[in-house]
């Protein structure tokens, strides 16, 4: 009956949508935690964790307070954009290294591993986003974010903690799935030709 398959519809995209939010939540905790703490977490165990935890907290209600969470997110979000924009258009500490791989098709030999003081910025935009109750909290928060890079920046105070080569971090998983983007000849980055680089022709076997 169409009530069955309606059920069935529902259950299936709950289902779906789940997987999705379960793969994006614990490939984010795996790669934070190598890249900034250099802890290496099980890919499996850290999804059945988190995938536990997500079931229980919808089971005592969370949804309830899924507008307030929302709102959180309008003012916790903006400040990232500030920091991203400041950095890349005005400030750019990373601008030539960044400029110099570009031109030469590959990634930075190396990244910094996390930035202190784009924490402290993102704090501080996102209090004045909460608890300033004046103007839109979320443009208050993210121009508030952008200034205060913006400063930090002009102040040589925005300089990364520890060092990570870019292999290290562009994606090598616990399941054992891996895209390296550089790899190591003599102790030397060396950067993997692209796609294109193949030859224009390749022989084909004829056909039976």
Do not use: C
Request: aromatic share 8%; no cysteine; hydrophobic share 50%.
């Amino acid at each position: 009956s169409s009530g069955v398959a309606g059920t069935i519809i529902l259950i299936a995209a709950t289902l779906k949508i789940n997987d999705w939010n379960l793969y994006s939540s614990s490939l984010g905790i795996v790669n934070i935690m190598h890249s900034v703490f250099r802890v290496r977490l099980n890919r499996a165990a850290t999804t059945a964790v988190v995938g536990a935890v997500g079931t229980v907290l919808s089971a005592v209600g969370v949804l309830s307070h899924f507008a307030s969470f929302l709102t959180v997110l309008g003012v916790a979000i903006p400040p990232v954009s500030g920091i991203i924009v400041a950095e890349y258009f005005v400030v750019r500490r990373w601008g030539p290294a960044l400029t110099e791989s570009r031109l030469a098709n590959r990634l930075p030999a190396a990244a910094p591993a996390w930035v202190p003081a784009t924490l402290l910025v993102w704090l501080g935009g996102f209090l004045v986003g909460q608890y300033v109750h004046w103007g839109i909290p979320s443009i208050n928060s993210l121009v508030v974010a952008f200034v205060a890079y913006l400063v930090l920046g002009r102040l040589g105070l925005t300089a990364g903690a520890g060092r990570v080569r870019t292999d290290e971090t562009a994606g090598e998983d616990n399941a054992g799935t891996a895209t390296r983007t550089l790899g190591e000849t003599s102790g030397q980055a060396m950067a993997v030709p692209p796609l294109t680089a193949l030859p224009e022709s390749v022989p084909q076997e004829d056909a039976p």
